[in-house]
């Protein structure tokens, strides 16, 4: 039973660039929630997306994006990279309505 | 916006000692989680608590969850190297439960444990 997956693992960009990030979310989960972790610190909500929708937004600028797919899968996007974006940027999955969340092993984004 | 205050943010003893990290926060939440983090790694989850003053333990690890539901501590017995990493709490308060998310985790900031030989 796979639990969640992320890709890449790695990733370096430019200040300005844009980037994707994916999320298979554990099978039989339904819902996905990104996190941004910063090195050293705790995960910081994002977003959530539940039947294809954002359900939740924290406290994030627009230049955050997201998208669900039909089979549950995930994307983040994020446009005009800052450096202060550099940071593990964390999905987790779970199943609407229930307790319980999965994190997948993040991508490490760094922004030069 | 409900925050949570970990302490202490640095924790650096011998094998053997014992430690408490405490979770203290002014708002209420439906279950509260430890997660125990490595380098490069996502959060594991090692333990939800649920009812207020829930004890759970786990081998050397005891959790527990304030009456009110708004604080909780770990306390670790003896530690080893191998329990060095990050330690984090994170609160949860769904509709579903009452509360006013979907269902989002605030975590505190962690601990960040290191037990030497």
């Known amino acids: 039973d796979a639990g969640v997956t992320q890709s890449p693992t790695h990733l370096i960009k430019t200040r300005g660039q844009q980037v994707t990030l994916r999320c298979s979310p554990k099978s039989g989960h339904d819902t996905v929630s990104w996190y941004q972790q910063a090195l050293g610190q705790g995960p910081q909500f994002i977003f959530q997306?539940?039947?294809?929708?954002?359900?939740q937004r924290g406290n994030f600028p627009d230049r955050f994006s997201g998208h669900q797919f039909p089979n549950y899968s995930s994307e983040l996007n994020v446009n005009a990279l800052l450096l202060g974006d550099s940071a593990l940027y964390l999905c987790a999955s779970s199943l609407w309505g229930a307790e319980g969340y999965t994190f997948g092993s993040g991508t490490r984004l760094t922004v030069v | 916006t409900q925050l949570l205050e970990q302490s202490p943010q640095f924790l650096s003893i011998q094998e053997g000692e014992n430690l408490t990290v405490y979770c203290n926060s002014s708002?209420?939440?439906?279950?509260l989680q430890w997660y125990r983090q490595e380098p490069g790694e996502g959060p594991v989850l090692l333990v939800t608590?649920?009812?207020?003053?829930e004890v759970k333990k786990l081998k050397r690890l005891t959790f527990q969850f304030g009456d009110a539901r708004k604080d909780s501590s770990l306390h670790i017995t003896a530690a080893q190297p191998g329990d060095t990493g990050l330690y984090l709490c994170?609160?949860?308060?769904?509709?579903?439960?009452?509360?006013?998310?979907?269902?989002?985790?605030?975590f505190g900031q962690g601990t960040i444990l290191t037990v030497h030989p």
């Open positions: 708002s209420v939440f439906s279950s």
């Open positions: 997306y539940y039947e294809e929708e954002e359900r």
């Open positions: 608590v649920v009812t207020g003053g």
């Open positions: 994170a609160g949860d308060f769904p509709l579903w439960a009452g509360g006013t998310s979907y269902g989002k985790l605030t």
